[in-house]
């Protein structure tokens, strides 16, 4: 079983993870396909707005 600190590293490095690859995709334009439908640019900046603000959260619970 992970203890409260380690599952907190965790949970920051995947939230931070998702939010790089969110911004990477809004920056250089990638395109997102999901069963033949193409992922509108919207959603990796919700994506992007709520993983990076759940990395934050989890970082500053950690101190």
Known sequence: MLNRNTYASVSGVIFS??????ALRIIYGW??????????MWV????????????????????
Do not use: E, M, N, Q
Not at 46 to 63: E, P, Q
């Open 44 to 63: 990796s900046w919700t994506a992007l707005i709520i993983s990076g603000y759940l990395a934050f959260s989890v970082y500053r619970l950690k101190r």
């Open 17 to 22: 993870a998702i939010a790089l690859l969110h």
């Open 31 to 40: 395109p997102a396909l999901i069963g033949g439908w193409t992922v509108p």
